[in-house]
């Protein structure tokens, strides 16, 4: 893939540091989670830049009560205070901040392994030929602080080219595990602002990244996803919530096809087959007929093999809810 053309990056990184832009939003229950496992990092060079989301309990407070630790540890440490809107306008209350190397954005109730700043920052510094690396992820519930099974798809290690398998969920999103380099992303945001859907961040801090730059990994869990309720990625939504939040995914990918100038014909097939299929599974689960059909139409149109395996999965499905009907009616 061509290499990324923008304007001349004035700022100067400070070689070495590490940048790390936690967005939160009432973190009471969990901040102190992640801020202790920051300062229990091998790393000497961190700066965290806390952006509270407008938070209306008691993150503020905790979140200040941590400030001569890190300043004891000599870690930089600034608290950002935002009105409420999402995690990806909090990132950008953040962005204009970092001063660091490298940029990592962990959720701020997830936690780092001790080493999981150092080991990726030393594979970088080894390998100047990559512009970022990740990690792998364990996740573990929050109550209970067990292990729990991954809701991400780990993908093909081996890979280096990531960005159709973060779009298709075929590989990891987990925001913690991936490290960048400042400048290279700066060079793809140089307003150092990353487009704004209640959707999250990841896909705006991955994906033109991903497009320009092979990303290894570290085959090391060093990274942890806490799994809890009440989370932005866990929460229930209403219909119209979920029917939203698929339309801001579409817009936000158009977004980013154009950033990245994705123009030609299999890829724009690429990306229309990953909508429609999305439609599709929307409409099965509201049982809108209609939309199922035109969502199938779509589909035949820019993959066949899916569409066929979609048709059949819902043929399947359709006769065993008859089946059911069926040996009811006749007991």
Excluded at 35 to 59: A, C, F, K, N, R
Excluded at 285 to 314: H, S, T, W
Aim: hydrophobic share 35%; aromatic share 14%.
């Amino acid at each position: 893939m061509s290499s990324f053309k923008s304007e001349e990056i004035e700022q100067k990184f400070a070689e070495g540091r590490v940048s790390a832009v936690v967005p939160v939003f009432n973190g009471e229950t969990h901040l102190q989670l992640m801020l202790e496992s920051v300062l229990s990092q091998t790393y000497p060079q961190i700066e965290i830049i806390l952006v509270d989301d407008g938070s209306t309990d008691g993150t503020v407070g905790i979140a200040e009560s941590y400030r001569k630790r890190f300043q004891a540890k000599g870690y930089g440490y600034r608290i950002v205070r935002a009105l409420h809107r999402n995690a990806s306008a909090a990132i950008n209350c953040g962005l204009p901040y970092v001063t660091g190397e490298y940029l990592i954005w962990p959720d701020s109730d997830d936690r780092l392994e001790k080493e999981s700043v150092e080991k990726r920052v030393r594979f970088l510094q080894k390998n100047p030929q990559y512009q970022c690396v990740r990690s792998l992820a364990y996740y573990f519930d929050q109550r209970t602080q067990e292990i729990v099974p991954a809701d991400e798809s780990t993908g093909e290690l081996s890979k280096e080219d990531l960005f159709w398998d973060i779009l298709e969920s075929k590989t990891f999103v987990c925001c913690g595990c991936y490290m960048l380099r400042a400048e290279k992303f700066f060079e793809i945001y140089p307003q150092k602002h990353i487009p704004e859907y209640d959707v999250g961040q990841n896909f705006q801090m991955l994906l033109p990244f991903m497009y320009y730059h092979k990303c290894p990994t570290i085959p090391e869990q060093l990274y942890g996803v806490c799994v809890r309720q009440g989370s932005h990625s866990r929460t229930e939504l209403t219909e119209q919530e979920e029917k939203k939040k698929y339309q801001d995914y579409e817009k936000l990918i158009d977004e980013i096809a154009l950033l990245c100038h994705i123009e030609d014909k299999e890829s724009i097939g690429r990306i229309m087959y990953w909508k429609s299929r999305r439609r599709y599974f929307l409409a099965v689960k509201y049982r809108e007929i209609f939309k199922v059909i035109a969502a199938l139409c779509q589909m035949r149109r820019y993959e066949k093999e899916g569409f066929y395996q979609a048709l059949r999965d819902l043929l399947w499905s359709g006769i065993k809810v008859w089946s059911v009907q069926w040996k009811k009616r006749f007991r």
